[in-house]
């Protein structure tokens, strides 16, 4: 299976701060990388597929970048409502296989 | 709009047959996605389970494969899951959902179902 890495485990920002989390992979994944927000009680949310492709109706503070193994998620300025855990998942091959999650909490 | 929503029981004793169904409404389950099983242990990540294709071709995480079954009920328009002998390491919020190609990226998830194993 190829394992995914996430860094920070954990962050704390303020409301209009320019917040990067960064997920690695095991081995080459060329683009194939996903980014998810989840909200406390809810189900995942797709932001990002492709690795830099923004999904429908996500805000363009999103973005996303990196091919390979070095992947980042980029939000520009971030809003009360972006507080919540950020997982990656590959999609290379199977099993698809997701990081630990990056939780985003408020300083 | 592809919408989901999971069903079934929310305690199931161990060694016993754990058994979710996944009902979809806006889109055809014959046209094409692909459907599957994504599940969270309570403070942890996600784990994808499996998934199946329109056509019944079914895709399995290797390390649950010898306990899971996914298959579509079309009359329906669903897929049900179903994991054997489950220990209280399989409780977890239980999550459908559909993906574009395959492994591919979730775009439409249910809601969840927490499903804990106690007896």
């Known amino acids: 299976d190829i394992q995914m890495t996430q860094s920070p485990s954990s962050l704390s920002a303020s409301v209009g701060d320019r917040v990067t989390i960064t997920c690695r992979a095991s081995?080459?994944?060329?683009?194939?990388l996903n980014w998810y927000q989840q909200k406390p009680g809810k189900a995942p949310e797709l932001l990002i597929y492709?690795?830099?492709s923004l999904q429908s109706g996500v805000p363009s503070r999103f973005s996303g970048s990196g091919s390979g193994t070095d992947f980042t998620l980029t939000i520009s300025s971030l809003q009360p409502e972006d507080f919540a855990t950020y997982y990656c998942?590959?999609?290379?091959?199977?099993?698809?296989?997701f990081g630990p999650g990056t939780k985003v909490d408020i300083k | 709009q592809v919408q989901l929503q999971e069903s079934g029981p929310g305690l199931v004793k161990p060694s016993e047959t754990l058994s979710l169904t996944c009902a979809v409404s806006?889109?055809?389950?014959?046209?094409?996605?692909?459907w599957g099983w994504i599940r969270q242990p309570p403070g942890k990540g996600l784990e994808w389970i499996g998934s199946?294709?329109?056509?019944?071709?079914?895709y399995y995480n290797p390390s649950l494969k010898s306990r899971v079954t996914i298959s579509v009920d079309t009359s329906k328009n669903g897929f049900s899951l179903k994991l054997t002998s489950v220990t209280a390491a399989d409780t977890a919020v239980f999550y459908c959902?559909?993906?574009?190609?395959?492994?591919?990226?979730?775009?439409?998830w249910g809601q969840g179902t927490l499903v804990t194993v106690s007896s």
């Open positions: 959902g559909s993906h574009r190609g395959y492994p591919g990226y979730f775009d439409h």
């Open positions: 806006g889109y055809s389950i014959r046209s094409g996605y692909y």
């Open positions: 199946i294709y329109h056509s019944g071709n079914t």
């Open positions: 081995q080459s994944i060329s683009s194939y």
């Open positions: 492709a690795a830099s």
């Open positions: 998942q590959q999609s290379y091959n199977t099993p698809p296989t």
